[in-house]
C-alpha cells in the first residue's frame, strides 16, 4: 500500500480582533515539493478562528489529495497546545472548530502537530497576509 505523507504549514491572520481575517497554508510533500497552496479571506473573525480555520482548510485540501500521514507545522501556540491535549478549549467560538479538526484527523493514519517559530512559517504567514491585502 502507498502511503502519502504530507507536511503542511498553517497560518491564520486578523487584522485587529475581531476583524478582517485570512488564512494561508502549504502542502508539501516527503520530498518537499509544493502540492497545494491555499491563500483565502475569511471574512471577519478572531486570530485564533482564523488559526483553527487555516488548519482545518488544509487538513480538508490533504484528505482530498489523499493524505494517510500528516505533519502540521503551526505558530499558534494555543491551537498546538489545545490540539495536542495541552490546553483544554475553553472559548464556546473554539470548540466547534476543535472539533472539526478532532473530525479530520481521524481520517488519517497518522497525525502530529508541532509549535514553530514565527520565522520557520514565513510562507503560509505570507499567503494569509496576501488573501488580507487583497480586501484592503
Given at each position: 500500500m502507498n502511503t502519502?505523507?504530507?507536511?503542511?504549514?498553517v497560518d491564520?491572520?486578523?487584522r485587529g480582533n475581531p476583524g478582517?481575517?485570512?488564512?494561508?497554508?502549504?502542502?508539501?510533500?516527503?520530498?518537499?515539493?509544493?502540492?497545494a497552496r491555499i491563500s483565502q479571506r475569511i471574512g471577519k473573525t478572531t486570530n485564533n478562528q482564523a488559526e483553527y480555520r487555516a488548519l482545518i482548510a488544509a487538513l480538508e485540501k490533504a484528505v482530498q489529495l489523499g493524505a494517510r500521514k500528516v505533519?502540521?507545522?503551526?505558530?499558534?501556540e494555543l491551537v498546538v497546545r489545545q490540539?495536542?491535549?495541552r490546553y483544554r478549549v475553553k472559548k464556546a467560538e473554539l470548540k466547534p472548530l476543535f472539533q472539526k479538526v478532532?473530525?479530520?484527523?481521524?481520517?488519517?493514519?497518522?497525525?502530529?502537530?508541532?509549535?514553530?517559530p514565527?520565522?520557520?512559517?514565513?510562507?503560509?504567514?505570507r499567503l494569509a497576509n496576501e488573501a488580507l491585502d487583497q480586501g484592503s
Open positions: 502519502k505523507s504530507m507536511l503542511i504549514w491564520g491572520a486578523a478582517p481575517a485570512a488564512i494561508g497554508a502549504v502542502i508539501k510533500d516527503e520530498q518537499g515539493a509544493t502540492l505533519s502540521v507545522y503551526s505558530d499558534s490540539i495536542t491535549g478532532t473530525q479530520l484527523q481521524s481520517r488519517l493514519e497518522s497525525f502530529s502537530i508541532s509549535h514553530i514565527r520565522e520557520q512559517n514565513t510562507e503560509a504567514d
